[in-house]
């Protein structure tokens, strides 16, 4: 029976989320599987693999053939390089001390560059958020000294209406004597 690592695909539409199976490699893609060996979410940034490392490697060492996703999930999780590993102890290039050595001294490094991007991410994160708070100032601040412009030619004009008013009824009086004479 040909085994293949491969992905599964759930959740729903436009929003994928992937199961990492061992599978016959005659099963429909969402269908039946032998066990199930992780998760794989791309829709978060970094994508979130989990992954069980030593299940992954005992598959790989009975066979299992990943597919070219697969593969590239297993690679960046350090599964190929643990079975890499164990080819060499098994060949005795290595001993399990070494095997362990090399793999965590690698553990230890791929952490360190997925620590940059996450910090990097957060720092963009943040100079966006600043920008935005920024541009939400300098619109709420222009806001606000439309409104006081808007508010002081209504004092101007009422101001103008009152000096007007008290103008005209002195000039509506001789008009009304003038009537009155004729």
């Known amino acids: 029976m040909p085994v293949k690592i491969r992905l599964q695909r759930h959740g729903k539409k436009?929003?994928?989320?992937?199961?990492?199976?061992?599978?016959?490699?005659?099963?429909?893609?969402?269908?039946?599987?032998?066990?199930?060996?992780?998760?794989?979410?791309?829709?978060?940034?970094?994508?979130?693999?989990?992954?069980k490392i030593d299940k992954a490697v005992t598959w790989l060492q009975n066979g299992a053939q990943p597919t070219e996703t697969a593969k590239r999930i297993l690679s960046y999780k350090g599964v190929l390089l643990k079975?890499?590993?164990?080819?060499g102890l098994r060949k005795g290039a290595l001993t399990e001390e070494q095997v362990e050595e090399k793999f965590n001294a690698w553990l230890e490094e791929k952490g360190k560059i997925v620590g940059t991007k996450l910090e990097g991410l957060d720092k963009v994160k943040a100079e966006a958020k600043a920008k935005a708070l920024d541009a939400?100032?300098?619109?709420?601040?222009?806001?606000?000294?439309?409104?006081?412009a808007a508010a002081l030619p209504e004092e101007v004009v009422a101001e103008a209406e009152a000096t007007t008013e008290e103008a005209a009824p002195a000039e509506e009086a001789p008009a009304a004597?003038?009537?009155?004479?004729e």
């Open 177 to 181: 004597d003038a009537e009155t004479k």
């Open 136 to 148: 939400e100032k300098a619109v709420n601040e222009k806001r606000a000294a439309e409104a006081a």
């Open 14 to 51: 436009g929003k994928p989320f992937y199961w990492i199976v061992a599978a016959d490699a005659r099963s429909k893609r969402d269908g039946k599987f032998l066990e199930k060996l992780g998760i794989y979410n791309p829709n978060s940034n970094p994508a979130i693999i989990e992954l």
């Open 83 to 87: 079975h890499h590993l164990l080819g």
